[in-house]
């Protein structure tokens, strides 16, 4: 069954670790129906069992309807500015002066605002749009506007996750005399264990988790695949996404033509910003997604491709906003392509292709 599942794998997004206490809680639907693999400090998010066309079909059916549409934006924009309220009122907490219980209560307060946040948010995700890359009158009215609201969602995740990560979780392991990385490893209930109990996980399973791990959640809840059953999950993925192709496809965001010297940016890594720096006026960018603080330099490139994302996330939006030529959701372009190499952008046809 395990495998069948697998084999159903549909990339979604590449993120830096996310931790196992975020994935493993029966409350966060929208990550229903996914494939989690962890490896090297990155997380791989892929659909399975068709999850990606369903949540396709209800996309288009909520934001095709007006009625609804003008209900999300305008519940976006309170919800948008009670998350300010709340980051706004957890920053004067002293944290260090909570008892384990009140830190614990603090975290689970902390954790429902997120999963409120995540609400509105996934119903923005790239997969629900497919459809409207035809023309869609009633649809592009919108457009913009979920866009930008989907914008400002983005900003607010690093102040709300500097909250729960930075603050809360920090407090817990210094408590417990732990690295923070070793808490990425522990399970929800795991987590309060810890939080409630002083209580760590056994050395051995942080051993096998941080060597690799894979995590599977559906209806009936999650399962986490380690050591053998690990390298299974990932030779299968491995097999189904090769980087053996010499054109690579995508969804056209913004159109264009363009030929050029890619500049490949991987978000994870630490000196992130002196990687930025180094994009000179004209190349192409090439990354696995762009954020917020990324624009500045996004204007100095000829075109933006991205292994992720849709025609609502964050490089298609800007893409749009400065008139590059925008190729999102290839998948692997950060795989395929290197910095220097000479690529071809069709952002008419959706295809990228190394020019010898």
């Known amino acids: 069954m395990e ?20 994935l493993t809680d029966p409350q966060k639907k929208d990550i229903q129906n996914t494939l989690i693999i962890y490896k090297k400090g990155i997380s791989n998010f892929y659909y399975i069992n068709d999850s990606e066309y369903l949540r396709s079909e209800k996309g288009y059916k909520y934001f ?37 219980l009140e830190l614990f209560n603090q975290f689970i307060k902390t ?28 649809f592009k009215e919108n457009f913009e506007e979920i866009g930008k609201i989907r914008l400002k969602m983005r900003e607010l995740m690093q102040p709300l996750f500097n909250l729960f990560i930075g603050d809360i979780i920090q407090e817990a392991i210094k408590r417990n005399k732990m690295s ?6 522990y399970t929800l209930d ?28 559906n209806n009936n809840g999650f399962k986490i695949l380690t ?9 299968i993925i491995d097999k189904k996404f090769s980087t053996n192709t010499k054109i690579l496809q995508g969804s056209v965001a913004c159109q ?74 290839t998948k692997i372009a950060t795989q395929l392509i290197k910095t220097g190499d000479k690529i071809e952008v069709d952002a008419i046809k959706g295809e990228i292709k190394k020019i010898n």
């Open 64 to 100: 095709n309807n007006k009625p609804k549409v003008k209900i999300y934006l305008k519940n976006t924009k309170l919800k948008i500015l009670l998350i300010k309220k709340f980051i706004n009122k957890q920053q004067t907490i002293n944290y260090q002066n909570l008892s384990n």
């Open 190 to 217: 795991e987590i309060k264990d810890l939080f409630l109990k002083n209580k760590k996980i056994p050395e051995k399973t942080l051993k096998t988790r941080k060597e690799g791990y894979s995590v599977i959640i």
């Open 256 to 329: 264009g033509k363009v030929i050029g010297i890619a500049r490949v940016i991987i978000q994870n890594k630490q000196n992130l910003k002196k990687e930025l720096s180094k994009i000179k006026d004209g190349e192409i960018l090439v990354t696995d997604m762009t954020k917020p603080e990324m624009i500045t330099y996004c204007k100095k490139t000829s075109a933006i491709v991205t292994d992720e994302g849709g025609i609502l996330c964050h490089a298609a939006i800007i893409s749009r906003e400065f008139n590059i030529p925008c190729i999102v959701g």
């Open 180 to 185: 923070l990385n070793d808490s990425y490893f």
């Open 227 to 235: 050591g053998k059953k690990f390298l299974r999950t990932t030779k």
């Open 3 to 22: 495998k069948t599942q697998i084999e159903t794998a549909q990339f979604w997004a590449r993120e830096n670790h996310t931790p196992l206490f975020t």
């Open 111 to 138: 954790k429902t605002i997120i999963l409120r946040f995540f609400q509105s948010y996934s119903k923005t995700e790239a997969c629900n749009f497919k459809k409207f890359e035809e023309n869609n009158l009633n």
